[in-house]
């Protein structure tokens, strides 16, 4: 055995502290033992703080957007007590379009595969958006049109000497037109609206730079086969019945109010009674089909003046004039779904007229879907994905919260008589609400509605018109969901018939479940006080006597009542609560961050906004601060 090893082992160097006679291993362990007790103990300090601050913050995804967007939005140069609405919106960047950011979410399920759930519907949209992208077969169109122009009697412009107008009749070609899913409203446009009126509307058009116009209408119907003399003749009496047309339906609008744009009513019997030169009962039972028309079904025209000038132009047009005008129509609308060398024409013709300008192909075959879908199947499916069981009822408790306070405000208040306060809260408990869309579109059973059809043709422009024509059958079926659908679709929230719609866009927009519930009823909650409110007041006159509406219509002169709403049924949601946690990096309470949200996502409405009392208070301002010193209701 070595003894003078062990002898350097067993006895230490007393020239060496203790750290240097530790050994590398040693030295590491010690050092993240260090490291660790003192992490543990920060921990423990930071826990120990927000615990006794009783201070939470939210650090996910969507508080983190929201403290980014807070703080780049505030002028902190601004005392909030002096001017609240600079304080906020001073330095208010623009709010992104929703509705654009909905249909791009859309849109890109274009490109997703196919799941094993989703419905035929779906699978078809996708379809029609492959074939519309690639338009491998478009030169196969011109068999498919052919069949079309030879039902109505061919194009004049081709058929020269041979064409024979008393085997013509426009309202006949509109029929057949309409039955085969082609574009048919060239001189009439006609709506069902509400409460079975029909509308009916002369068709309006433009055509910038008229020789670049004419131009392009020679060209496409040379590339039809047409004599370029015959098709120069030809057009330009087309290009001249256009602008007569267009003049008639300029003339009505200029001349008239927008009230009075459609002012005169008349049922179908004497409008045949007044303008017999068409077969009106016919005529809209082909139109709107499968809707039925009868003699006593009231319609809605310009001024007799007008619609008698339209009436008399029509019949004053040769037939091979009408006939030319009606075919050029149909092939300009379709032209995208035609050969590749008319739609070149047609991009020619609008790269000169917009200054280069050119549509992305993808983004007009998006466009495309939306005009042939009453909603879209990826529409529907995209919304259905969106509204979780959990957030709905989320959604529906903060309406309700909403919805409750309005009437326990109208409950207690001293200047609204006995009669009017029991008439408005019977309106609010009657009335109820759709979260993106009702229940039944959820089940599947909408499909069942709107897609009753199966996609036909090989081709995009057989695809196309497929659709087209089922687009017009459901449209009319479903009429009487018509207005549901349309506040589906839309932008802001909709009120129809006792329902409050919240549509996805604005969901969206104003709700995040990820969030704290400040900045939801500071926005979504605020959003459907205002639509309440809006539903109230155009009701009074039903609701409330004379006294009332009067004093109504003076105490909602002040900006924030909407606002007031919205915060008081905050704080009530808040009171069984434990506090909300706080944003990452804002300094600002959460009541406080009520008002900012509140104002910020509507900066555009607020120009002459005063503070109220709750305001100034989250805010401590100075008690002689100047406010809108009124209740809620």
Known sequence: MNREYLKSRCFEDEDENWWQRRSGMERCLFIGLLFAILLSLACVIYISLQILLNVEVCSNTSCLAESYRIATRLNNTVDPCEDFYQYVCGVSPERDNTISTLKQKVNEMLVESAGEDDSNATNDERKLFDNCLNQTDSENFIVTFQEVLEDIGGWPVLVGYHWRARLFEWTDAVYSLKSRGYPFSMFLDVQLQSEGRIKLSIVTFAFPHKGLYL?????????????????????????????????????????????????????????????????????????????????????????????????????????????????WRVIEEMIPFMSKQLQYLKGNYTCQIESGTHQDHHEFCCESLDAIYVLRPLQLQYIQNRLSAKRKLMIEELYLAVKEEIISQLENSRWIDDESRQASVDFFEMTEVVIGAPDGYFNGSIFEELYTWELEGESIFEMILSARKNY??????????????????????????????????????????????????????????????????????????????????????????????????????AESRRKEARLVAIEQTPNQLFWISAMSSSCHSYVQFRPNQYLLKDFMCASDTHFDDCDVL
């Open 215 to 327: 131009q392009f209408m020679i060209d496409t119907a040379v590339v039809f086969g047409a004599d370029r003399y015959q098709a120069k003749l030809q057009m330009e009496n087309v290009l001249s019945f256009m602008e007569e047309l267009q003049g008639v339906a300029e003339k009505n609008v200029t001349l008239k109010r927008p009230d009075e744009l459609f002012g005169t009513h008349v049922t179908v019997e004497e409008m045949q009674k007044i303008y017999d030169e068409i077969q009106w009962l016919d005529f809209l039972n082909n139109i709107l089909y499968p809707y039925t028309v009868t003699d006593s079904d009231v319609i809605v025209i310009p001024s007799h003046e007008h619609f008698g000038a339209f009436i008399d132009l029509i019949t004053s047009i040769p037939k091979r004039v009408q006939a030319n005008y009606m075919v």
């Open 472 to 573: 017009f059958e459901t449209l009319m079926v479903m009429q009487n969901s018509s207005v549901m659908l349309n506040l589906i679709k839309g932008t802001e929230i909709g009120y129809s018939t006792n329902t409050i719609v919240l549509p996805l866009a604005v969901l969206d927009e104003y709700f995040d479940e990820e969030r704290p519930m400040y900045l939801n009823y500071a926005e979504l909650g605020v959003a459907i006080a205002e639509v309440l409110l809006k539903s109230l007041t155009d009701n009074v006159e039903q609701l409330w006597s004379n006294s009332t509406v009067e004093e109504f219509e003076e105490r909602t002169k002040c900006n924030s009542v909407a606002l007031l709403l919205g915060y008081r049924s905050y704080q009530k949601w």
